[in-house]
């Protein structure tokens, strides 16, 4: 089997692994679709602050899932258009634009990330966005930033929120103690019941892998697409228990020493040339 073979088998088990996981996200309180519907904001404060107003700008969000974050820039006055592998997903986030009343300024589709500029065409979009939990599910950073930059129109942005690749070498329980390789970047197959929105669901597709991107590997592949990088920064909070040791702090999670802090997410902004 080629190599190319071999990672579209994993991507197609991970196309499995969500797809299953698509009805325990819309149910579970994590998600919390009842308050959404109801006006709550799923989108970090820094994500707002950050990419600013979005007021009449088309937003593409890859990788999108069931759509909440898609349709909060849709609430913030974007047309917005989402992405995702899953067709479960897509029903979800379709049904979701729906009931509160956006379908008319936001769509979904069912597709591979990397074949968007195809499904919307090129140049479509002022704002490409990508939010957190996505970039790992990519077996190749730099097809991606090519994608991402293709799709977006001139001075168009790139705006991605992500959780830090330090946390990913970190270990589970005091968050601190670095137990993996920074710098392997293979696939990590691995076997997981349940969902982090659920550990005690039932699941049948437990088979998941990832791809370890460093930061580095971000940021260079996204200046390598021909984008302009504005700013990369990182944060100290992230949206749920990353490992033990973290303390909830206003819906989100840190570390309980102010004084003593790693990186837990970062945010990344970069513009096409006008």
């Given at each position: ?172 329980g005091d968050g601190v103690t670095a137990v993996h390789d920074y710098f392997a970047r293979g696939a990590r197959t691995y076997e997981v019941s349940g969902s982090y929105a659920d550990w005690e669901a039932e699941t049948t597709h437990n088979t998941a892998t990832e791809w370890h991107h460093t930061l580095g590997d971000v ?56």
């Amino acid at each position: 089997m080629s190599d190319a073979d071999s990672t579209a088998n994993l991507v197609e088990g991970n196309h499995r692994h969500w797809d299953e996981r698509v009805a325990i996200h819309t149910r579970s309180p994590f998600y919390d679709l009842d308050g959404f519907r109801a006006g709550a904001e799923p989108l970090d404060r820094f994500q707002l602050d950050e990419l600013g107003d979005v007021t009449g700008l088309d937003l593409v969000h890859l990788q999108c899932h069931i759509g909440l974050d898609t349709l909060s820039w849709a609430r913030h006055g974007a047309r917005v258009s989402g992405l995702d592998f899953s067709e479960a997903a897509v029903r979800a986030a379709s049904g979701l634009a729906a009931d509160i009343g956006l379908d008319h300024r936001a769509r979904f589709v069912a597709a591979d990330v990397h074949d968007a500029v195809d499904v919307f065409g090129a140049g479509a979009f002022d704002v490409v966005y990508t939010g957190t939990g996505a970039l790992m599910w990519l077996p190749d950073i730099e097809r991606w930033a090519r994608t991402a930059a293709g799709l977006l129109r001139p001075g168009g942005r790139l705006y991605l929120a992500e959780f830090h690749p330090l946390a990913d070498v970190l270990d589970d329980g005091d968050g601190v103690t670095a137990v993996h390789d920074y710098f392997a970047r293979g696939a990590r197959t691995y076997e997981v019941s349940g969902s982090y929105a659920d550990w005690e669901a039932e699941t049948t597709h437990n088979t998941a892998t990832e791809w370890h991107h460093t930061l580095g590997d971000v940021i260079s592949a996204v200046a390598g697409a021909g984008l302009r990088i504005e700013f990369v920064h990182e944060h100290g909070t992230i949206a749920f228990r990353r490992c033990d040791a973290l303390v909830a702090d206003g819906g989100r999670f840190r570390y309980p020493d102010r004084s003593a802090r790693l990186p837990l997410t970062y945010s990344l902004a970069a513009s096409a040339p006008s």
